[in-house]
């Protein structure tokens, strides 16, 4: 389940047309960035000439409305050939507006996933102050095997449906199901054919390298979040002299990939879902689920069983309860609504907000996201191929974490069964590659915090800005003055802060206040405007 609401999220919410910032669409006409002046054929240090990029003014959604050019790139389907059978990447550029003195390069950014459609990514600058976003042509791409990029992969679109088997592998039923849909998913993979042997993160960043070439670049900046963080450490290790400034938010532990790092998963999301019931509990007077954090969870897991005997509208099973809820790991802003379905649905008998929470919540139907997430993360490592140790490794968690503990093992045991040869992982270093921004919540629950610890000593150059008690995850666009200042400064001017001599944060920004219900669910005014659309519809995932 590694950063699988980041794909999921990502994918409801550029199909909603929500990546957008508020407040960015005074810029949306695009006036405001001028084109890229490309030479006939880019050089790049190499001396090789670069691909020639056909730019074209994008044509849909967000990203013409910014102005931005889409392209298609050739990559060698097989970098141990690359004069060989050749896939396309989409691209996408928001180009610099300022003068070549002024000009910082290129700045690739994925959003992680692995599965995630980067190609929309294009538009982050608009996050940032004119005086920073203008000075970089920002670049963003769908990785091979995603969105727009050709093939695009994709095995079982039913896969993720109503009322599924539910999760807990008793009685030994539940387990049966699961062990035969995940294998029935990995022989439907199949049908992708010779792309799923050339899937592996070291596949993306050498696509990433053939990019560089192409725009005709020394070096490249790069942005990773979550699982992109790994990618950038991937480039960084393996073409250290090819990046400039990176900014890594929310390290993935490049000593636990992925197995591990699932379980370590398991145990981060548990800790954020017990501070979500203790909020609840503290607004009791608006969603009257119990007045301590335990008695909430109590009523989450009772409502859970129950959804066990009688699903929801014969749809929302127990599976889909947990997959509803499951962003609460990832933002706050997703706590007020969330807690009110929770509330309305106990309390209130509403059933039919379930559906369609589960229905809109990116899960539901997202078979390439899912299907590229395999294909990258059963093949850049090995996975335990017998039962006995998923039961044995799994159970233990649970004994910590059950909430996510089974949800996450059977959303990964398709690994199991993958149709293409697992490879060892890289083994990340970082002693020649230049400063890099790592920013990271101390209660991140999809790469918990101890990763971005290990990223650090890979990385004896980057400095590391934590957020004490932050449980969201992927937060350094989020309005916090003190994390924007490091972001800001770094990318205008390269500057950080000191590096400790510690295995610890280089320095420690406070998490910003904990959100206010919007509205009460029995008719306990929060002073919100309900008129107003849901804080979690306009997450950036």
Same mark, same amino acid.
């Not at 405001?32 to 020639?52: E, I, N, V």
């Not at 979040?225 to 929310?250: E, K």
């Not at 009110?340 to 559906?355: A, K, T």
């Given at each position: 389940?590694i950063?699988?609401?980041?794909?999921?999220?990502s994918t409801?919410?550029?199909?909603?047309g929500?990546?957008?910032?508020?407040?960015?669409a005074?810029?949306a006409?695009?006036s405001?960035?001028?084109?890229?002046?490309?030479?006939a054929?880019?050089?790049?240090?190499? /001396?090789?000439g670069?691909d020639?990029i056909?730019w074209?003014?994008?044509?849909n959604?967000d990203?013409?409305?910014?102005g931005?050019?889409?392209?298609?790139?050739?990559?060698?389907?097989?970098h141990?050939?690359?004069r060989?059978?050749?896939?396309?990447?989409?691209?996408s550029?928001?180009?610099?507006?300022?003068?070549e003195q002024r000009?910082?390069?290129v700045?690739?950014?994925?959003?992680?996933? &692995?599965?995630?459609?980067?190609?929309?990514?294009?538009?982050?600058g608009?996050w940032?102050p004119n005086?920073?976003?203008?000075?970089?042509?920002?670049?963003?791409f769908?990785?091979?095997?995603?969105?727009r990029?050709?093939?695009?992969?994709n095995c079982?679109?039913?896969?993720?449906?109503f009322n599924?088997? %539910?999760y807990f592998?008793?009685?030994?039923?539940n387990?049966?199901?699961?062990l035969?849909r995940?294998?029935?998913?990995?022989?439907d993979c199949?049908?992708?054919?010779?792309i799923?042997?050339?899937?592996?993160?070291?596949d993306?960043?050498?696509?990433?390298?053939?990019l560089?070439?192409?725009?005709?670049?020394k070096?490249?900046?790069?942005y990773?979040?979550?699982?992109?963080?790994?990618?950038?450490q991937?480039?960084s290790t393996?073409? &250290?002299?090819?990046?400039?400034r990176?900014v890594?938010?929310s390290?993935?532990n490049?000593?636990?990939?992925?197995?591990?790092?699932?379980?370590?998963q398991d145990?981060a999301?548990q800790?954020?879902?017990?501070?979500?019931?203790?909020?609840? =509990?503290?607004?009791?007077?608006?969603?009257?689920?119990?007045?301590t954090g335990?008695?909430?969870?109590?009523?989450?897991?009772?409502?859970q =069983?129950?959804l066990?005997?009688?699903p929801?509208?014969g749809?929302?099973? &127990?599976?889909e309860?947990?997959?509803i809820?499951?962003?609460?790991?990832?933002?706050?802003?997703t706590?007020?609504?969330l807690a009110?379905?929770?509330?309305?649905?106990?309390?209130?008998?509403?059933?039919?907000?379930?559906v369609?929470?589960y229905?809109?919540?990116?899960?539901?139907r %997202?078979?390439?996201?899912?299907a590229?997430?395999?294909?990258v993360?059963?093949?850049?490592?090995?996975?335990?191929?017998?039962?006995d140790?998923?039961?044995a490794?799994?159970?233990?968690?649970?004994?910590?974490?059950?909430?996510?503990?089974w949800?996450?093992?059977w959303f990964?045991?398709?690994?199991?069964?993958?149709p =293409?040869?697992?490879?060892?992982?890289?083994r990340?270093? /970082?002693?020649?590659?230049?400063?890099?921004?790592?920013?990271?919540?101390?209660?991140?629950?999809?790469?918990p915090y101890s990763g971005?610890?290990?990223?650090r000593?890979?990385?004896?150059k980057?400095?590391?800005?934590a957020i004490a008690g932050?449980?969201?995850?992927a937060?350094?666009?989020d309005?916090?003055?003190c994390v924007?200042?490091?972001?800001?400064?770094y990318?205008?001017t390269? =500057?950080?802060?000191?590096?400790?001599s510690g295995?610890?944060a280089?320095?420690?920004?406070k998490?910003?206040?904990?959100?206010k219900?919007e509205?009460?669910?029995?008719?306990?005014s929060?002073g919100?405007?309900?008129?107003q659309?849901?804080?979690?519809?306009?997450?950036?995932?």
């Amino acid at each position: 389940m590694i950063l699988r609401l980041l794909v999921l999220l990502s994918t409801a919410a550029v199909s909603a047309g929500l990546l957008v910032p508020t407040g960015a669409a005074a810029d949306a006409s695009g006036s405001h960035f001028t084109p890229f002046k490309q030479s006939a054929k880019p050089k790049d240090a190499d /001396g090789r000439g670069g691909d020639r990029i056909n730019w074209k003014r994008c044509r849909n959604g967000d990203l013409a409305a910014y102005g931005a050019q889409c392209a298609m790139v050739k990559v060698p389907l097989n970098h141990d050939r690359p004069r060989g059978k050749q896939i396309k990447l989409a691209v996408s550029r928001v180009s610099s507006s300022v003068g070549e003195q002024r000009y910082q390069g290129v700045m690739l950014v994925n959003p992680g996933g &692995p599965g995630g459609s980067g190609l929309p990514w294009s538009t982050l600058g608009t996050w940032l102050p004119n005086r920073v976003s203008a000075e970089y042509d920002w670049i963003g791409f769908d990785p091979r095997g995603v969105g727009r990029s050709r093939p695009s992969l994709n095995c079982d679109r039913d896969y993720f449906g109503f009322n599924r088997p %539910n999760y807990f592998p008793e009685p030994v039923a539940n387990r049966d199901a699961w062990l035969a849909r995940t294998k029935n998913y990995a022989k439907d993979c199949r049908k992708n054919g010779k792309i799923l042997k050339h899937m592996s993160t070291v596949d993306s960043a050498k696509d990433m390298e053939v990019l560089r070439r192409a725009l005709g670049v020394k070096e490249i900046n790069f942005y990773g979040f979550s699982y992109g963080t790994y990618l950038g450490q991937v480039y960084s290790t393996l073409y &250290p002299d090819r990046v400039r400034r990176q900014v890594f938010d929310s390290n993935v532990n490049p000593q636990r990939v992925f197995y591990q790092a699932n379980l370590d998963q398991d145990v981060a999301f548990q800790r954020v879902f017990d501070e979500w019931f203790a909020w609840i =509990a503290k607004y009791d007077t608006t969603y009257q689920l119990g007045s301590t954090g335990a008695a909430v969870s109590r009523r989450f897991t009772e409502a859970q =069983a129950q959804l066990a005997i009688t699903p929801a509208e014969g749809k929302i099973g &127990p599976s889909e309860w947990i997959d509803i809820f499951t962003p609460v790991g990832y933002s706050t802003s997703t706590w007020p609504y969330l807690a009110e379905s929770f509330s309305r649905y106990v309390r209130l008998g509403q059933s039919r907000q379930l559906v369609n929470e589960y229905r809109d919540s990116g899960q539901f139907r %997202n078979d390439n996201g899912y299907a590229v997430y395999l294909a990258v993360q059963c093949t850049d490592a090995p996975w335990p191929t017998n039962w006995d140790t998923w039961a044995a490794d799994n159970w233990a968690s649970y004994a910590k974490a059950p909430l996510l503990t089974w949800p996450n093992a059977w959303f990964n045991y398709p690994c199991v069964y993958w149709p =293409a040869p697992a490879s060892q992982p890289v083994r990340v270093k /970082g002693k020649r590659v230049p400063p890099v921004l790592l920013i990271s919540g101390t209660l991140d629950a999809p790469t918990p915090y101890s990763g971005s610890l290990q990223v650090r000593e890979k990385f004896p150059k980057s400095r590391l800005v934590a957020i004490a008690g932050e449980t969201g995850h992927a937060t350094s666009l989020d309005d916090n003055r003190c994390v924007r200042k490091y972001l800001v400064d770094y990318l205008s001017t390269g =500057a950080l802060p000191k590096r400790d001599s510690g295995k610890t944060a280089d320095v420690t920004c406070k998490a910003a206040p904990l959100p206010k219900p919007e509205f009460g669910v029995f008719g306990n005014s929060t002073g919100a405007d309900p008129s107003q659309p849901d804080t979690w519809r306009n997450w950036r995932w």
